[in-house]
């Protein structure tokens, strides 16, 4: 089964639009320190030490008994589960807090993705046009074109 968009004349994306990180997303942009301070953070008021745990999981990362941050975040006194998204928005927030007077958020890899998005989202205005739609999509910043559309638009 093909993945479409919405058009019948393209995929949903494409591959090089996909990013893969190493260990995973915390991991490969934030440092220990980091992740343990908005671990901290989220559990308000509860504080643990969680640098050493966070490096553990980290060193430990994709073995079989590796431990999770959602263990350490659990371990540490929260008394709910870590909310992956909410550790991310927390991690974002400090990074960019910290970016105001440190000039280390600029080797990140997440940064070279967000720089992609953002020029990609520039080269894409907005459609209000069929010929608006076709043209963003025959520069190929979407998904390919499928070869049946091609030939069924020749067709018309």
């Known amino acids: 089964m093909e993945a479409k968009s919405i058009y019948d ?18 991991f490969d ?18 504080t643990a030490e969680l640098k050493d745990e966070v490096r553990r999981a980290r ?8 431990r999770k941050l959602g263990d350490i975040f659990r371990a540490a006194g929260a008394e709910y589960s870590l909310d992956k998204v909410r550790l991310l928005s927390k991690l ?3 990074m ?18 967000l720089k992609r998005v953002i020029s990609l989202a520039h080269e894409n205005g907005c ?3 069929r010929w608006q739609r076709e043209y963003l999509a025959s520069k190929g910043l979407f998904g390919e074109l499928l070869a049946d559309s091609e030939e069924g638009d020749a067709d018309s």
């Open 9 to 26: 004349e393209r995929m949903v994306t494409r591959e090089e639009y996909i990013v893969l990180w190493d260990k995973n997303i915390e």
């Open 29 to 46: 942009n934030f440092s220990d320190t980091e992740i343990a301070q908005s671990m901290n953070e989220i559990i308000e008021g509860k």
């Open 59 to 66: 060193e430990s990362f994709g073995q079989n008994k590796s």
């Open 92 to 94: 974002f927030d400090n």
């Open 96 to 113: 960019i807090r910290a970016s105001l007077t440190s000039t280390d958020v600029v080797d990140r890899p997440i940064i070279n993705v």
């Open 127 to 129: 459609q209000v046009s």
